[in-house]
């Protein structure tokens, strides 16, 4: 059975910091490519970055220099660091791990940028 699980989000001020993680379990993790997604209120749900087993790494634009991705194969773990943080960055943050045309989804951690 595959899981992934978010932690890490929370309520945030902004020009603030959060890491998140995402811990996978039930597939082979270091051939899947994981990506952190985020979906705001009444918005589609849309890409923040994603890493490959070897490390390469792709942004959205407007997170490029805020936003760090990185994965530890020996933890199934894959982080995203947030920093300078900004109130539109307010967001359901979901990990994703996909492999060919399979792909799974975690539940979801919700961040709150607020002063």
């Known amino acids: 059975q595959v899981q992934l699980v978010e932690s890490g989000g929370g309520l945030v001020q902004p020009g603030g910091s959060l890491r998140l993680s995402c811990i996978a379990s039930?597939?082979?993790?270091?051939?899947?490519?994981m990506g952190w997604y985020r979906q705001a209120p009444g918005k589609q749900r849309e890409l923040v970055a994603n890493i490959t087993g070897g490390d390469i790494t792709n942004y959205a634009d407007s997170m490029k220099g805020r936003f760090t991705i990185s994965r530890d194969n020996a933890k199934n773990t894959v982080y995203l660091q947030m920093n300078s943080l900004k109130p539109e960055d307010t967001a359901v943050y979901y990990c994703?791990?996909?492999?060919?045309?399979?792909?799974?989804w975690g539940q979801g951690t919700q961040v709150t940028v607020s002063s």
């Open positions: 994703k791990a996909v492999w060919g045309l399979a792909g799974f």
């Open positions: 039930g597939i082979g993790f270091s051939g899947y490519v």
